[in-house]
């Protein structure tokens, strides 16, 4: 007499497990839209990073070469004598300035009597702050 029931159970305990189911998988069809949007602005900030990072790379290229350049340029301004180098005036003639031959940084002779020494590399040249004029009259 009761042998329906089975059947109109399984019918109810089936309409709502498939309400749960589309319940479900609605949710799942909306986080899988919220991934793929997240995944698009991540992927644009990328293509962003990129470029910049292209861009900055680039630039410092640029900026390496230049400085190379003036480097090169600066370098072509020493004259090496006497164990030192001399940096040219544009005008012509040397500024008085003693540079270590190593670092091309000012060399120091104390109270003029001592040897010109770079401090840093301890560098020395055979001559004095007192003898400078003397020893750049020999300047080329
Ligand atoms: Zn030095």
């Known amino acids: 007499m009761l042998e329906w029931l089975p059947t109109v159970l399984k019918g109810i305990g089936d309409s709502k497990l ?10 799942l069809e909306l986080q899988c839209d919220q991934a793929i949007g997240e995944r698009d602005v991540l992927a644009t900030k990328l293509a962003q990073a990129k470029a910049k990072i292209e861009l900055l790379e680039s630039d410092n290229a640029q900026l390496k070469a230049e400085l190379d350049d003036s480097q090169r340029k600066a370098d072509d301004d ?17 500024y008085d300035d003693v540079l270590c031959r190593e670092c091309h940084q000012p060399m120091v002779s104390s109270h003029g009597v001592l040897s010109f020494v770079c401090v840093p590399c301890n560098v020395r040249v055979n001559f004095t702050g007192k ?3 003397e020893v750049m009259r020999g300047l080329p």
């Open 78 to 94: 020493l004259v090496p004598f006497k164990g030192a180098l001399w940096k040219r005036k544009p005008g012509g003639g040397y």
């Open 131 to 133: 003898q400078l004029a």
């Open 18 to 27: 498939a309400a749960i189911l589309r319940e479900q998988v609605s949710l």
